[in-house]
């Protein structure tokens, strides 16, 4: 699946995607297993980002699969 | 209804033909929302913005959806612009055509609260606005309940994350009368065997231990301050005072009660097992350790290192803390409070508790209005800039959590977690910036008392490279009665030693060891383990607001989730109150 950072977390990763392969589908906890795994600056902003899955805010119980679209989004301030 | 989403890296048209059939139309409603030249007290040039395009627009559509389906309106249409925008220039243009004007206000309003909420675009820090490094990401102020759920953590995770993220800050050197409560950061060694030399422990004669005889000739005397090598021989004495350094090795001391002495002549009238010699290197062997690194000083701590003449040891710096408590209804306590105005406790309570960690504490007062708070906190600098831990006590009539996040923000830090599933202290916010550590506290003072114990004294620990305070295990010695609460709880109780009772032995790992000796079969305890038993008193209160119980604390137990009460004599982790006196 392809994981994309905004904002801060692309300070935190230093990238804006990566590509994430996975043997199977992962739910939240699992993928947060994998990023961390990979970016532990990540660890940290967890607590204020929030998922999106195919452009749209992914629910907590969300399964991410293999051509997902995945976003990591820290709090908002447009407009 | 016709929606139109533009996302442009343009500057917006200064005039826009408006959404919507004329005809049908009977209020057109324009919006934009333009860059401001200041922000936060300071002067910019320009903000940039980042949005993730694809979900923006669908957020965007599905926002205006939702909403127009209460507030009926024609037509929409909105442009975001992103990248560099400059002062004056439009970031944002809504416009909303409907039949009646009510339903256009109604729906722009909801829009941009909203689109502040759940709409992916972000705006990063004013440019050339001297921001520190960290807060360059804008946060949207907050409309009270609409923040995006944050994920609490649990008590554990929130000790644990607190404890990774506090590092240890330079050492210094530093004498031993300022040392007090400083954590070692240097394992000091004997640098010699302790005592240096074999010593007398008694007022007598010291003779070789090999001379059998009951006659001799007192060659010598030796006082406590004296070093006076000889080789004895047989048949020689020398007199000794208590902690007399003894001539040679091999020797031991006959008490003077025990000899008749005339002139040079001595008569040894009895002899004890005991040699009466303490031999040197019996305490220490050189180069053993004394003091760990890690090791909180204490008197008897310091009293080591003078002992083996280490007087600058390398310890933790002494700290520098800023407390500010925030809420317009807080007055002195030496004020009298007119209705709806409570006096502050908040700010003796954490002054007082940080008396068991070596630091200097600042205090103020900052303003609800967030512009005006960060004024207060520019009037301040240098010292917020160099502060190593910033507390910021919430005020019940600020929508605290937000208030105080949004500050922390400002100032650098990054928000690690700003809420724990724990009763009391739940909207406790963390933050750090680089080796600095920033807490929310929530407003009341039990809150402050549990959310020290378990989180501030940890970070503390960190920060000056100490053990963080853990759970010890003891008893309860009556009934804890609660309701069912889904968070754990931190029980404000008190604890008291039982002694000489019968009581069974506790498990390992216990604390302390609860043994005495039993009275039925006559079995004695081991000395070691006469210690008594904790015997902890859980204490009353009924809110976070409730203080009276604060005064008797001194332990805080944990109450597991989900559980209604816990029976007298079950086991429970607690956590020691800190004695605000010494190294705590």
Not at chain 2, 40 to 56: D, H, K, L, S, V
Not at chain 2, 110 to 122: G, H, N, S, T
Not at chain 2, 306 to 322: D, F, K, M
């Amino acid at each position: 699946m392809r994981v994309l950072f905004f904002a801060q977390l692309k300070d935190a990763t230093g990238c804006n995607a990566m590509e994430l392969a996975t043997a199977s589908p992962l739910n939240t906890p699992q993928l947060w297993t994998e990023l961390v795994q990979r970016f532990p600056a990540l660890a940290a902003h967890r607590p204020n980002v929030r998922l999106a899955r195919n452009w749209e805010y992914a629910a907590p119980d969300a399964i991410f699969a293999d051509n997902d679209e995945v976003a990591l989004l820290p709090p908002v301030s447009g407009g | 209804m016709e929606i139109e989403i533009q996302l442009t890296d343009r500057p917006i048209a200064e005039t826009i033909l408006p959404p919507g059939q004329p005809g049908a139309v009977g209020a057109w409603l324009e919006f934009r929302g333009v860059v401001r030249g200041e922000e936060n007290g300071q002067t910019i040039r320009a903000i940039e913005y980042e949005a993730y395009p694809e979900m923006a627009g669908r957020e965007i559509r599905r926002l205006l959806q939702e909403i127009s389906a209460r507030h009926p309106c024609l037509a929409a249409k909105v442009i975001h612009r992103v990248g560099v925008i400059p002062v004056g220039e439009t970031a944002i243009y809504v416009g909303v055509a409907s039949p009646h004007r009510g339903a256009a206000i109604a729906l722009l309003a909801e829009f941009m609260d909203r689109l502040k909420q759940d709409v992916p675009i972000w705006k990063r820090g004013a440019r050339n606005a001297g921001l520190r490094p960290g807060a360059n990401w804008k946060i949207a102020e907050n409309v009270p309940g609409r923040r995006p759920a944050l994920q609490p953590l649990s008590l554990d995770e929130a000790r644990a994350e607190i404890s990774s993220r506090s590092r240890p800050l330079a050492a210094v050197r530093t004498p031993l009368a300022e040392a007090l409560g400083r954590v070692l950061r240097e394992t000091i060694c004997a640098p010699e065997d302790l005592p240096p030399v074999d010593r007398s422990t008694r007022d007598g004669y010291a003779i070789r231990a090999d001379d059998a005889s009951k006659n001799f000739s007192v060659v010598d005397t030796i006082h406590a301050a004296d070093w006076k090598p000889r080789q004895l021989k047989s048949g020689e004495a020398v007199r000794v005072a208590t902690g007399a350094a003894l001539p040679c090795g091999g020797l031991r001391v006959v008490m003077q009660e025990h000899v008749k002495r005339d002139g040079d002549k001595l008569h040894v009238v009895r002899r004890e097992n005991s040699t009466n010699v303490r031999l040197r290197g019996e305490e220490v062997r050189q180069g053993q350790p004394l003091v760990s690194a890690g090791t909180k000083l204490n008197a008897g701590a310091l009293a080591i290192l003078a002992t083996v003449g280490n007087v600058n040891p390398l310890v933790s710096p002494r700290l520098s803390i800023i407390h500010f408590t925030t809420g317009n209804e807080i007055i002195p306590p030496s004020q009298t409070p007119k209705p709806g105005q409570i006096r502050d406790s908040n700010s003796i309570l954490i002054r007082s508790l940080l008396q068991n960690f070596p630091c200097d504490v600042e205090q103020g007062h900052l303003p609800e209005n967030f512009e005006a708070a960060m004024l207060e906190i520019a009037a301040r600098k240098p010292g917020i800039e160099n502060a190593d831990v910033l507390l910021v006590s919430g005020g019940a009539s600020v929508g605290e959590k937000d208030f105080t996040r949004a500050l922390l923000e400002q100032l650098g830090f990054e928000i690690v977690f700003s809420q724990i599933n724990l009763r009391p202290g739940r909207p406790l916010i963390f933050g750090v910036n680089g080796l600095r550590v920033a807490f929310g506290l929530p407003g009341n003072p039990l809150s402050h008392f549990v959310c020290f114990h378990f989180a501030v004294a940890t970070a503390l620990a960190g920060l000056t490279g100490g053990e963080p305070p853990e759970f010890l295990r003891g008893q309860l010695a009556e009934k804890l009665d609660d309701k069912p609460c889904p968070r754990e709880t931190l029980w404000p109780a008190r604890l008291e030693w039982r002694v000489g009772q019968t009581f069974l032995s506790a498990s390992s790992g216990d604390f302390p060891v609860a043994c005495a000796d039993n009275a039925n079969t006559g079995q004695e305890c081991p000395a070691n383990q006469q210690t008594g038993m904790s015997a902890l008193h859980p204490l009353k209160w009924a809110s976070s607001g409730d203080i009276t119980c604060l005064a008797a604390a001194n332990a805080l137990v944990r109450v597991p989730a989900n559980c209604a009460s816990l029976d007298d004599g079950a086991k429970v982790d607690f956590l020691p109150v800190m004695s605000m006196i010494g190294g705590g």
